[in-house]
C-alpha cells in the first residue's frame, strides 16, 4: 500500500506561484511513473503532469505546459509541481497519484491509470 499526502496548497493572486508537495509513504515510489491530476468543482479529475522514475521524462496536458513543471526527489519518496504564471483556471483541488505497478509509461493521462491518491490540496487564484 501506498499513501501520498499532498501539501502546499493556498491563495494566490494571478501570476502567482505555488510549490505543491506529494510526500509517499508506506512503499518507496522511486521506481514509479507520479502523477498530477487536478479536480474544479462540477468537472471532472483531469490530467495535469506525470514524471517517470528517473524524473528524466516528464508529460503535461496542454493547458499547464509552460506554466507547471513536475519534478520528484526519490531519496525523499517525494514528488514535487511548481506552479508559475497561475491564472484563475488553474483553481482546483490538485491530487498526486501513483500506479499499481513500476516503471510504465508517462503518457499516464487518465484516472485509470493510477492507484493511489492522495487526499488532495485545494489551490485557488483570484483573478
Known amino acids: 500500500q501506498v499513501q501520498l499526502v499532498e501539501s502546499g496548497g493556498g491563495l494566490v493572486q494571478a501570476g502567482g506561484s505555488l510549490r505543491l508537495s506529494c510526500a509517499a509513504s508506506?512503499?518507496?515510489?522511486?521506481?514509479?511513473?507520479m502523477g498530477w491530476f487536478r479536480q474544479a468543482p462540477g468537472k471532472e479529475r483531469e490530467f495535469v503532469a506525470a514524471?517517470?522514475?528517473?524524473?528524466?521524462?516528464?508529460y503535461y496536458a496542454d493547458s499547464v505546459k509552460g506554466r507547471f513543471t513536475i519534478s520528484r526527489d526519490n531519496a525523499k519518496n517525494t514528488v514535487y509541481l511548481q506552479m508559475n504564471s497561475l491564472k484563475p483556471e488553474d483553481t482546483a483541488v490538485y491530487y498526486c497519484?501513483?500506479?499499481?505497478?513500476?516503471?510504465?509509461?508517462?503518457?499516464?493521462?487518465?484516472?485509470?491509470?493510477?492507484?493511489?491518491w492522495g487526499q488532495g490540496t485545494q489551490v485557488t487564484v483570484s483573478s
Open positions: 514524471i517517470n522514475w528517473s524524473g528524466g521524462s516528464t
Open positions: 508506506g512503499r518507496t515510489v522511486s521506481s514509479y511513473v
Open positions: 497519484a501513483a500506479p499499481p505497478r513500476p516503471y510504465g509509461t508517462i503518457v499516464a493521462v487518465t484516472t485509470t491509470h493510477y492507484n493511489y
